[in-house]
């Protein structure tokens, strides 16, 4: 594909000019792990995510947004590929990394508790997967707003939950709150919209 000619292109220019461990590649070998991801080309975009990872802690050291952000990357590789386990440990420490450097209300935690909340739902574990979403919702509330893309997805996928668990009132009563949001945020955000919304990662809520 010509988008992937191109970065392999950036990426081999770059290696020879700067060296393969300088941070400048980083962005390159993660848009490169994101097409593979779209083609389903697990063990590339593995391996690519990996190599940014070493990068990234290498270069620029462990608590760096490019080292946890590139882990949360790399858990949605997993997810992808219904490897819970191992997405779920990447998630938790991606988030204690979060957690300490940028405090326990910033949005990247809200994103991250969204995204380890989904992974604990698809494992079946509805009880620890709702306390992650309620812990989300209010980080996300705060952080984002409650009509924030972002959130309304996080909601929704809460309010699936909430079936899973039988709780048909309570998730009714939220549904009516997710159409709500989606109409406000869509008229606010239309282009986010457009965009494909990964569906468990907001792509698996």
């Given amino acids: 594909m010509p988008g992937e000619q191109l970065l392999d292109k950036v990426i081999r220019t770059w290696e020879a000019a700067l060296g ?18 779209r083609e389903s080309r697990f063990t590339d ?16 050291g462990p608590e760096h947004p490019c080292f946890f952000g590139t882990l949360s990357n790399l858990a949605e590789v997993q997810l992808a590929q219904h490897k819970y386990d191992e ?11 979060e957690e300490k450097t940028l405090g326990p209300a910033h949005s990247e935690v809200f994103k991250t508790l969204s995204n380890l909340a989904a992974t604990r739902r698809a494992q079946g574990q509805y009880q620890d997967s709702e306390l992650l979403y309620a812990r989300a919702l209010k980080i996300g509330e705060q ?21 899973k668990l039988h709780r048909k009132a309570e998730a009714s009563k939220l549904e009516a709150r997710v159409r709500e949001l989606r109409a406000k945020s869509e008229s606010q955000n239309p282009a986010r919209f457009e965009v494909d919304w990964r569906d468990l990662q907001h792509s698996a809520h």
């Fill in 20 to 37: 393969p461990e300088h941070p400048q590649m980083i962005a390159a070998v993660t848009n490169l792990a994101r097409v593979y991801l």
């Fill in 45 to 60: 975009a593995d391996s690519i995510l990996r190599r940014a990872l070493n990068i990234c802690e290498w270069s620029l």
């Fill in 143 to 163: 952080s984002l707003g409650p009509a924030h893309p972002d959130m309304v997805t996080t909601l929704a996928n809460y309010v699936a939950l909430l079936r």
């Fill in 87 to 97: 997405a779920e440990s990447l998630y938790r420490r991606a988030l204690t990394i």
